[in-house]
């Protein structure tokens, strides 16, 4: 049976989708260790089943395999899609990795009031900072940051940041707080579009399995 | 320095070429054999006329003024040209077909496009013709390949039922576009006791055979009319009875570009793209946009992708270098058409030179005085 190929997130997201296949019946060894190799089998305990070969990707990559077709499936954070926005199927939330994209300043600044100049934004996410914007005809004026986004305002730099949020001590801790809630984040099971129609009954099956063992 | 092709292009060489030539060919045969007949149109067209036809954001086309000072653009699909032709140069009162063989640009790329469009038949003879064409355009290219059905009409009936704004209704659209099973469900969470909030949850599952019209009907639970479940299973069941197999599938949920097509939609996939090589569809709204109302029905394939499938021809090795004496110029042709593709005439004038090529090329010495 040729496996179906899967990319998964690297890091974050690696261990909860690793116990999630677990959980459905798959044989997860060769990805609890992986040590060089790039390419796992992942079999099912079912012989039966399609089997599923996976690959560990930064999360544009898992984006890039799936839309590519490269990789029939991929897991990957609302986040990544989100900002990337590329042509897959998003079938399943599968509930982990749950955190939210928010709108932080200091308390005194108010975004909301007209202002004569674009609001500065820090973030390391332009394509959602600018969307979110946009949706509302205020004009922005995005500043690309790569390590600590929350440095923007402290500096001056920006006047807000647009940031993932997991608990908000970091925000706390630096004297900002969230202005708006932009969206909710976690894991979602992404399927290539034409792999969908190629593949259906054994894509369907895998689908299943795994909300089944969500 | 770097002399790249400007980005979104590329250079095709040699067994790329023969590739898109073969591709071409086998579109073209059956595109002739059923009664469509070619059309070239220009590269450009006003943008003005661009506006009144299939909608493309602004941000996707290449303008550029053109001597006058008004606005042209690539054209960025075939489907506004053809309607600009047939309103304004074709009596479109009774059926005409159009294929072409031309590049589009679109969204910063240059595609190959191979497609065709029906004009002034409506109805189920006219959809299955051109559906099958479809199918057995994938079938004579790529071999392995899918093409999955649906309806413009399903999707925009339960919509319309729900009475809510434009805005949730794309939102919608996007959400079983994506098949994006979860945010459906959230987003369509105040409409729960809205008679098509079941159907409409369920849209992004409805693919496969005969039993998801079943289903959909069931789901529908009288809430929008049936006739575009009906006609799609009569369509479907033309296809299954013409031949097509488990190739040809129903995918309710099949709801790109609902702006613009106005009854069935159709896409095709082969093994080894991750994209749709094959869209189309029946749009009756177009050219009556363009001044002169013409049902109208068709699809563009994308040629370079359905090439990508076959096998990498292997390059015809040169086995005869043929060195010209000056008064054999005419015996040589001759000699090279009688071998095609396995000679090249020497450019020298010395038989040394012209046997130094040939060892290079590992070809023999043909001397013709």
Known sequence: MEPLKIALTKGRLEQKSVELFEKAGYDVSALRDPGRKL?????????????LSAVLAKAPDVITYVERGVCELGIVGKDTIMELG?????VLDLGFGKCRFALAARPETDLDAPSYRPRVIGTKYPGVTRAYFNKRDIEVDIVKIEGSVELAPLLGLADGIVDIVETGSTLRENGL???????????????NLAGMKMRKSEILD????TQAAL | M????????????????VRRRETETRLSRIFDARGYREIVTPVTEYYDVLLRGFPVPQSELFIFPERSGKLVALRPDMTTPIARVAATKVDCTIPRRFCYLQDVFRAGTQVRQAGVELLGATGIRADTEVIALAAESLAATAGSYRLEIGHAGFFRSLVESLHAGDAFAEELRSLVNRKNFASLQDVLADYRESPAYAALCRLPQLFGGEEVLNEALTLANDCVGTDEIDYLRRIFRELQAAGFGPNVMLDLGLVHHMDYYTG???????????????????????AGLLGRSTPATGFAADVDALAETFPAPR????????????????RAMDYCDSRPGACVCSPYETTDESRALADKL???LIVIE
């Open chain 2, 362 to 364: 590992g070809a023999r």
């Open chain 1, 86 to 90: 590329k042509s897959f199927y998003e």
């Open chain 2, 2 to 17: 770097l002399y790249t092709t400007p980005s979104g292009t590329r250079d095709l060489l040699f067994s790329d070429c």
């Open chain 2, 315 to 330: 390059e015809t090795p040169v086995e005869y270098v043929v060195h010209v004496g000056s008064t054999a110029l005419r």
């Open chain 1, 206 to 209: 895998f689908i299943n399995r």
């Open chain 2, 264 to 286: 069935v939609v159709f896409r095709g996939y082969v093994s080894g793209a991750g994209a749709p090589v094959l869209q189309g569809g029946r749009y009756d709204g177009l």
């Open chain 1, 177 to 191: 707080v969230i202005k708006t809630e932009i969206a909710p984040v976690s894991a979602r099971l992404i399927v």
């Open chain 1, 39 to 51: 390419l796992l089998d992942v079999p099912h305990t079912d012989p039966s089943v399609v089997p």
